[in-house]
T-cell receptor, first 113, second 112 residues
Framework: QKEVEQDPGPLSVPEGAIVSLNCTYSNSAFQYFMWYRQYSRKGPELLMYTYSSGNKEDGRFTAQVDKSSKYISLFIRDSQPSDSATYLCAMRKGTGGGNKLTFGTGTQLKVEL | DTAVSQTPKYLVTQMGNDKSIKCEQNLGHDTMYWYKQDSKKFLKIMFS???????INETVPNRFSPKSPDKAHLNLHINSLELGDSAVYFC???????????FGPGTRLTVL
């Protein structure tokens, strides 16, 4: 069993929908949680970065962390075709350890017109 | 003015060959990484260097050898390539251990 689990999709939604992407993890030592977006044939780019439990909002994107359930989510409001990409959750333990990120397998999202 | 660049972008080679992938970052970062992304998009760290010093060395065959001539460059040399080495290899860098990692565009390696 992988340390971080993520439904690979694909997930197909109509333009304007609210998208919910999720990851679960097994290692309670994870403290920093990230969402990366990866367009086809490109490198991942950081979308959201949160520390410990709670919510963080940035424009149409909201990241939620529930450490008690070992569950993180990314919500995309008013989804656009340009949001079509693979979304990777990533997490790491506290400082030290060389900033090793553990990634989920990614969820492929397609937003259709 | 690309932040993290990799060469080559595509690499097609025969089994048993030796090849190198180069990475350069112009962000002034101290830490650089190599990741492997398989066909199912799973991204896994291989190595990390901080100021030319190896700090992460995951369970990677010793056919893979990273080299950091200076803190702006981290190259990956692969000996005796195998079919299972086919993947996309990403280089990344970060300013310090808690900061965002910036990824390069990837090198798509195909071993025939």
């Amino acid at each position: 069993q992988k340390e971080v689990e993520q439904d690979p999709g694909p997930l197909s939604v109509p333009e304007g929908a609210i998208v919910s992407l999720n990851c679960t993890y097994s290692n309670s030592a994870f403290q920093y949680f990230m969402w990366y977006r990866q367009y086809s044939r490109k490198g991942p780019e950081l979308l959201m970065y949160t520390y410990s439990s709670g919510n963080k909002e940035d424009g149409r994107f909201t990241a939620q962390v529930d450490k008690s359930s070992k569950y993180i989510s990314l919500f995309i409001r008013d989804s656009q075709p340009s949001d079509s990409a693979t979304y990777l959750c990533a997490m790491r333990k506290g400082t030290g350890g060389g900033n090793k990120l553990t990634f989920g397998t990614g969820t492929q999202l397609k937003v259709e017109l | 003015d690309t932040a993290v660049s990799q060469t080559p972008k595509y690499l097609v080679t025969q089994m048993g060959n030796d090849k190198s992938i180069k990475c350069e970052q112009n962000l002034g970062h101290d830490t650089m990484y190599w990741y492997k992304q398989d066909s199912k998009k799973f991204l896994k760290i291989m190595f990390s260097y901080n100021n030319k010093e190896l700090i992460i060395n995951e369970t990677v065959p010793n056919r893979f050898s990273p080299k950091s001539p200076d803190k702006a460059h981290l190259n990956l040399h692969i000996n005796s390539l195998e079919l299972g080495d086919s993947a996309v290899y990403f280089c990344a860098s970060s300013g310090d251990p808690v900061n965002e990692q910036f990824f390069g565009p990837g090198t798509r390696l195909t071993v025939l």
